[in-house]
């Protein structure tokens, strides 16, 4: 990991590499817990997500757990049966053929997150980044490249889109006033 984008600390983004790919790591950590000085903090639970599929799930079964999952979030789709297909070919991280305990667990965990399920769903569309790499609930897309947004120079598109959408996409947003000087 490089530079960090982010400003919030339950959803931490970075730019990094991951192999040979350049590109934004993002990592959602959950609720941030705060705690008085003098108090002991409770031990950190493991979260829900990670605990699905249980040991012994089938592959037809994690099917099935992907296709009500995408059933409930998109609704009744005539392409649901290709759209699983598509999720099971990513979640087989290794490309060795099968979908591991370990590799069905980080899928699902993903599967939970909305901007990755629409990210997954459109990733062979252009409209997304694509998704380079995951574990768990970490994964990386790759880097967009960006320009002017209509003509408008990113001081003004930030001022009308918020900076911190901006830099979480894009990379921090800096007002040429203050730029470090060169």
């Known amino acids: 990991m490089s530079r960090c984008l982010s400003t919030l600390p339950n959803n931490q983004v970075y730019t990094g590499s991951w192999g ?3 590109g934004i790591i993002r990592c959602k950590l959950g609720e941030v817990v705060h705690y008085e000085l003098g108090e002991e903090p409770e031990p950190r639970r493991e ?3 990670f605990d699905k599929p249980t040991r012994g799930t089938s592959v ?3 099917k099935e757990m992907v296709f009500n999952h995408l059933k409930s979030k998109l609704g009744e789709q005539a392409n649901l049966a290709s759209l699983v297909s598509q999720i099971l070919s990513v979640a087989d991280g290794n490309k060795d053929g099968r979908v591991s305990l370990p ?9 939970q997150m ?8 459109l990733q062979d569309r252009g409209h997304t980044p694509r998704l380079l790499g995951y574990c768990g609930d970490l994964y990386m897309t790759e880097r967009v490249p960006y320009g002017p947004l209509y003509g408008l120079s990113s001081t003004l598109a930030a001022g009308i889109l918020g900076s911190q959408q901006l830099a979480a996409y894009y990379g921090p ?3 040429p ?3 470090p000087q060169s």
């Not at 909305?114 to 769903?121: A, F, H, P, Q, W």
């Open 103 to 111: 590799e069905a667990r980080s899928t699902w965990a993903l599967l």
């Open 114 to 121: 909305d901007e990755v399920l629409l990210g997954l769903l």
């Open 177 to 179: 006033l203050m730029a």
């Open 20 to 22: 040979d790919h350049d």
């Open 173 to 175: 947003v800096v007002h």
């Open 60 to 62: 037809e079964k994690f």
């Open 47 to 49: 979260a829900p997500v």
